[in-house]
């Protein structure tokens, strides 16, 4: 039953949707004690009349407070990163100096490094898991206190953080939110649980030379999310995290600094001739192996610059000797009123089973064997698929170029041999950190990337792709991330500078979100994030650009990209 709003009253929004009033003037920590059994999980943070809250803050009435636990998006990110500082905190308890790097996502966790001598151990990567597990016991407050950027500096600059201070040369307040636990001051730009007996459910995973910070699962976050090795994709960002720091921009404050020289144009060159290096590495390995590959699949999730890459590596093979032409999934839909629904009941375009894999497939053959065959195409007006009077006939020097999300998917190509066709998995695997402790989620830039092309080409709006991307997220899930490890050769379409030059854009278009929408709470978290960075002209970005394809003024793109 709905309680009837009281002025004098906090209102919370359980789960079930019920509404019930409790008394105000209390923390928020407080009053989710009272209603913590009616969530399935631990309760982490709230949003109070549209904003997201710690659990600190005290709450006076009216309001209307909707309690996040680790089945929410938000929750599960505070509690990340409430985690994270427990462990580091224990790191530097346990090898006082050593160098503690945050890295990258791996496993459904972290992966981190400790810099020391000897070298990380696994009876290293125990003892710090136990030293989490006393602090997690000895319930201790994550006590949080508004230091001047002058104390901030002096703080990191004893721990031995240049890199954090860097960063406050351009911070764009006049104060920084500190963090402490156990005498341990630390920042990792976002709100923190407020003890550390909510951080029961962790473990290290020793990976050498590193180690995995596990989280709870998304699904059951009274367990750890089991651990999945991705070899492949771990030697991508170890690639990329070594290229960083060779080069000296490997964090936020480090790029910041020399756009201020006046080298950001440097900068882009030359994280662009890495670019054009590895897509010709790719081209000559596909050459190599010559009439043998006459299918090559291009694959990632949304915004990783697929169009933009198969068209580079078009060019490639070309400067090889090869005639590489293009074939699109899009055109082999099955008529749209046939669409496979989703758990909603929506049309799941995403769907493996929206594509004509018979028709697909026997054309694919077709060609190979060197026949004509003429093409379909699909019209996303009537949602049936043509005839397009498009004949198509490959000669020997002519692979397929395939690009789409199912192009990891045996089931996708499944009548041609597995030795006629390879592989490609792209997506921006970041290789810039905020700092050493605080890295950049892959997920962000996407995000950031799509917001800013789907505005210009699309007519959307920030929040229309803010709303729509947990669909994305869940495509991805089901049909690409799970098979990275398929892929013959990854590539990694980060660029190091980009978030320096989508900052204006995606500023402008994220600020017009209205509070009142759910949206706003990923608006504001995404536009201090990109406070951080100072800006970049886009001007100086070639026209051949993976970013040119979010930006604009791509030299490839005659339409609005797929």
Same mark, same amino acid.
């Given at each position: 039953?709905?309680?009837?709003?009281? #002025?004098?009253?906090?209102?919370?929004?359980?789960?079930?949707?019920?509404?019930?009033?409790?008394?105000?003037?209390?923390?928020?920590?407080?009053?989710?004690?009272?209603?913590?059994?009616?969530?399935?999980?631990?309760?982490?943070?709230?949003?109070?009349?549209?904003?997201?809250?710690?659990?600190?803050?005290?709450?006076?009435?009216?309001?209307?407070?909707?309690?996040?636990?680790?089945?929410?998006?938000?929750?599960?990110?505070?509690?990340?990163?409430?985690?994270?500082?427990?462990?580091?905190?224990?790191?530097?308890?346990?090898?006082?100096?050593?160098?503690?790097?945050?890295?990258?996502?791996?496993?459904?966790?972290?992966?981190?490094?400790?810099?020391?001598?000897?070298?990380?151990?696994?009876?290293?990567?125990?003892?710090?898991?136990?030293?989490?597990?006393?602090?997690?016991?000895?319930?201790?407050?994550?006590?949080?206190?508004?230091?001047?950027?002058?104390?901030?500096?002096?703080?990191?600059?004893?721990?031995?953080?240049?890199?954090?201070?860097?960063?406050?040369? /351009?911070?764009?307040?006049?104060?920084?939110?500190?963090?402490?636990? /156990?005498?341990?001051?630390?920042?990792?730009?976002?709100?923190?649980? #407020?003890?550390?007996?909510?951080? %029961?459910?962790?473990?290290?995973?020793?990976?050498?030379?590193?180690?995995?910070?596990?989280?709870? /699962?998304?699904?059951?976050?009274?367990?750890?999310?089991?651990?999945?090795?991705?070899?492949?994709?771990?030697?991508?960002? @170890?690639?990329?995290?070594?290229?960083?720091?060779?080069?000296?921009?490997?964090?936020?404050?480090?790029?910041?600094?020399?756009?201020?020289?006046?080298?950001?144009?440097?900068?882009?060159?030359?994280?662009?001739?890495?670019?054009?290096?590895?897509?010709?590495?790719?081209?000559?390995?596909?050459?190599?192996?010559?009439?043998?590959?006459?299918?090559?699949?291009?694959?990632?999730?949304?915004?990783?610059?697929?169009?933009?890459?198969?068209?580079?590596? @078009?060019?490639?093979?070309?400067?090889?000797?090869?005639?590489?032409?293009?074939?699109?999934?899009?055109?082999?839909?099955?008529?749209?009123?046939?669409?496979?629904?989703? %758990?909603?009941?929506?049309?799941?375009?995403?769907?493996?089973?929206?594509?004509?894999?018979?028709?697909?497939?026997?054309?694919?053959?077709?060609? $190979?064997?060197?026949?004509?065959?003429?093409?379909?195409?699909?019209?996303?007006?009537?949602?049936?698929? %043509?005839?397009?009077?498009?004949?198509?006939?490959?000669?020997?020097?002519?692979?397929?170029?395939?690009?789409?999300?199912?192009?990891?998917?045996?089931?996708?190509?499944?009548?041609?041999?597995?030795?006629?066709?390879?592989?490609?998995?792209?997506?921006?695997?970041?290789?810039?950190?905020?700092?050493?402790?605080? @890295?950049?989620?892959?997920?962000?830039?996407?995000?950031?990337?799509?917001?800013?092309?789907?505005?210009?080409?699309?007519?959307?709006?920030?929040?229309?792709? $803010? @709303?729509?991307?947990?669909?994305?997220?869940?495509?991805?899930?089901?049909?690409?991330?799970?098979?990275?490890?398929?892929?013959?050769?990854?590539?990694?379409?980060?660029?190091?500078?980009?978030?320096?030059?989508?900052?204006?854009?995606?500023?402008?278009?994220?600020?017009?979100?209205?509070?009142?929408?759910?949206?706003?709470?990923?608006?504001?978290?995404?536009?201090?994030?990109?406070?951080?960075?100072?800006?970049?002209?886009?001007?100086?970005?070639?026209?051949?650009?993976?970013?040119?394809?979010?930006?604009?003024?791509?030299?490839?793109?005659?339409?609005?990209?797929?």
């Amino acid at each position: 039953m709905t309680a009837k709003p009281l #002025p004098d009253k906090i209102h919370v929004l359980l789960p079930d949707g019920e509404i019930i009033s409790l008394a105000g003037g209390r923390s928020l920590q407080e009053i989710g004690a009272e209603v913590q059994s009616r969530h399935a999980a631990p309760i982490i943070a709230a949003i109070v009349d549209h904003e997201l809250y710690e659990l600190t803050a005290t709450v006076e009435p009216p309001a209307v407070v909707q309690f996040l636990d680790l089945t929410f998006k938000e929750g599960r990110r505070i509690y990340q990163r409430s985690l994270t500082f427990l462990f580091i905190a224990a790191a530097f308890d346990l090898f006082p100096g050593a160098a503690v790097t945050v890295e990258h996502s791996l496993g459904k966790g972290l992966y981190c490094e400790i810099g020391k001598n000897p070298v990380l151990s696994g009876g290293d990567v125990a003892a710090i898991e136990r030293r989490m597990r006393r602090l997690v016991k000895a319930d201790l407050p994550l006590k949080k206190r508004r230091a001047t950027l002058d104390e901030a500096e002096q703080i990191f600059r004893h721990q031995g953080f240049e890199d954090k201070v860097a960063l406050l040369e /351009d911070w764009p307040k006049d104060y920084l939110n500190l963090y402490s636990i /156990d005498g341990m001051e630390e920042t990792l730009y976002g709100y923190q649980v #407020p003890r550390t007996g909510m951080l %029961e459910v962790f473990e290290l995973h020793f990976y050498p030379p590193g180690l995995v910070l596990r989280f709870p /699962d998304e699904s059951d976050p009274s367990r750890v999310a089991p651990f999945s090795d991705q070899k492949k994709l771990f030697e991508i960002f @170890r690639e990329a995290d070594q290229w960083g720091g060779v080069l000296g921009f490997d964090t936020v404050g480090a790029m910041n600094r020399l756009i201020k020289k006046g080298q950001g144009a440097e900068v882009i060159r030359i994280a662009e001739a890495l670019h054009e290096k590895k897509i010709s590495q790719i081209a000559d390995l596909i050459s190599e192996r010559g009439q043998a590959i006459r299918v090559i699949l291009v694959a990632g999730p949304s915004s990783s610059g697929k169009t933009t890459f198969a068209q580079r590596l @078009r060019t490639q093979l070309q400067v090889n000797g090869l005639q590489p032409l293009p074939v699109s999934i899009d055109d082999y839909f099955i008529d749209r009123k046939d669409t496979p629904l989703d %758990e909603f009941g929506k049309p799941d375009y995403e769907h493996i089973g929206a594509i004509d894999l018979s028709l697909f497939n026997e054309q694919l053959l077709q060609l $190979i064997d060197g026949r004509e065959v003429e093409v379909p195409v699909y019209n996303f007006n009537t949602g049936r698929r %043509e005839n397009s009077g498009r004949i198509m006939r490959l000669a020997e020097n002519q692979p397929l170029i395939i690009e789409g999300i199912h192009g990891l998917n045996e089931v996708l190509t499944r009548a041609i041999p597995r030795h006629n066709k390879i592989k490609l998995y792209i997506s921006p695997l970041t290789a810039l950190n905020i700092d050493r402790h605080t @890295r950049i989620h892959t997920t962000d830039t996407r995000l950031l990337r799509r917001i800013v092309r789907d505005a210009q080409f699309r007519g959307n709006s920030a929040l229309d792709t $803010i @709303r729509l991307w947990p669909s994305v997220r869940r495509g991805e899930e089901r049909h690409i991330f799970r098979l990275q490890e398929e892929a013959d050769i990854m590539f990694n379409s980060a660029l190091v500078y980009e978030l320096a030059v989508l900052k204006q854009q995606a500023e402008s278009l994220l600020v017009q979100i209205d509070r009142t929408q759910p949206e706003h709470i990923d608006a504001r978290r995404l536009l201090s994030f990109l406070s951080f960075f100072l800006p970049l002209d886009p001007c100086d970005v070639p026209a051949n650009s993976l970013l040119s394809e979010f930006i604009g003024e791509s030299c490839y793109l005659e339409s609005p990209p797929l």
